[in-house]
């Protein structure tokens, strides 16, 4: 398993509820795209094992997965999220704990590898295809999405899922500042706003903090850097659903 990312089985504090009355209706259903609407931790997760492999004779499995986890979060200022800010990271990863010995064939092998995750196919995660295409027939959905411009276009236009939204919006950073300037964008009111994706730390706590809605729907490995402390969830009021199918109906209901 990649380095921070950790399995979220366990069901964290915070007034969690599959369906919520008190809800009000909303003008506009944003949706997250990775591991929301598309596989897309798994990717990483296969690639660093490999990057692991070619590393294990310099040193042990968990100084490699800690030093680039490291080297991922002290990068993101520079080259932001995505696949190739991760690839950069894994460079420089292999030239500090080789002290500089990598072989230019090594180093080719982990730009192949950036290169094979922005070509691979696109996966969408069970029940996708049918839901969107049925909230967007009664909603106004927008792709709210943090990442790299064109990796996060590509995967978009490969998944066919494109003409079912009204606006697309990718970001640099997903905190409160930029959820309002979102809902500013799309001219909807927060309370009439809900964002649904699979990180409470970019999809939940800052949507709340904007005074908005939200709804987590978990994926089955996430990245500590989008993990939150259990006390920050407390009070925290979100919906939880287990699978995408499930949102036409608790949108129905709210």
Same mark, same amino acid.
């Given at each position: 398993?990649?380095?921070?990312?950790?399995?979220?089985?366990?069901?964290?504090?915070?007034?969690?509820?599959?369906?919520?009355?008190?809800?009000?209706?909303?003008?506009?259903?944003?949706?997250?795209?990775?591991?929301?609407?598309?596989?897309?931790?798994?990717?990483?997760?296969?690639?660093?094992?490999?990057?692991?492999?070619?590393?294990?004779?310099?040193?042990?499995?968990?100084?490699?997965?800690?030093?680039?986890?490291?080297?991922?979060?002290?990068? #993101?200022?520079?080259?932001?999220?995505?696949?190739?800010?991760?690839?950069?990271?894994?460079?420089?990863?292999?030239?500090?704990?080789?002290?500089?010995?990598?072989?230019?064939?090594?180093?080719?092998?982990?730009?192949?590898?950036?290169?094979?995750?922005?070509?691979?196919?696109?996966?969408?995660?069970?029940?996708?295809?049918?839901?969107?295409?049925?909230?967007?027939?009664?909603?106004?959905?927008? #792709?709210?999405?943090?990442?790299? #411009?064109?990796?996060?276009?590509?995967?978009?236009?490969?998944?066919?899922?494109?003409?079912?939204?009204?606006?697309?919006?990718?970001?640099?950073?997903?905190?409160?500042?930029?959820?309002?300037?979102?809902?500013?964008?799309?001219?909807?009111?927060?309370?009439?706003?809900?964002?649904?994706?699979?990180? #409470?730390?970019?999809?939940? !706590?800052?949507? !709340?903090?904007?005074?908005?809605?939200?709804?987590?729907?978990?994926?089955?490995?996430?990245?500590?850097?989008?993990?939150?402390?259990?006390?920050?969830?407390?009070?925290?009021?979100?919906?939880?659903?287990?699978?995408?199918?499930?949102?036409?109906?608790? !949108?129905?209901?709210?």
């Amino acid at each position: 398993m990649r380095a921070g990312r950790i399995d979220r089985s366990r069901t964290p504090l915070g007034t969690v509820s599959a369906r919520s009355t008190a809800m009000p209706r909303f003008d506009v259903v944003a949706l997250d795209a990775d591991d929301t609407l598309w596989h897309n931790e798994t990717l990483f997760t296969a690639t660093q094992t490999q990057f692991r492999a070619l590393l294990a004779r310099h040193q042990d499995a968990a100084v490699i997965d800690q030093r680039l986890y490291e080297t991922e979060t002290r990068n #993101l200022r520079h080259f932001g999220y995505g696949v190739k800010g991760f690839t950069l990271s894994m460079i420089e990863t292999a030239i500090e704990l080789t002290e500089g010995r990598i072989a230019g064939a090594e180093v080719q092998r982990l730009i192949d590898l950036g290169r094979e995750m922005l070509q691979a196919p696109v996966e969408l995660l069970d029940g996708v295809a049918e839901t969107v295409e049925m909230l967007a027939a009664d909603h106004r959905l927008v #792709l709210l999405t943090k990442g790299d #411009l064109f990796d996060q276009e590509s995967k978009l236009a490969r998944s066919r899922l494109g003409e079912s939204f009204s606006a697309v919006e990718i970001v640099s950073e997903k905190d409160a500042r930029t959820y309002a300037a979102v809902m500013a964008r799309q001219r909807v009111d927060p309370p009439r706003f809900v964002m649904v994706g699979n990180s #409470l730390r970019s999809d939940v !706590l800052p949507v !709340l903090e904007a005074g908005g809605a939200a709804v987590h729907i978990p994926y089955h490995v996430t990245w500590a850097h989008e993990r939150v402390p259990d006390d920050a969830l407390v009070g925290k009021e979100f919906a939880r659903l287990a699978s995408i199918r499930e949102l036409p109906a608790w !949108l129905a209901g709210a």
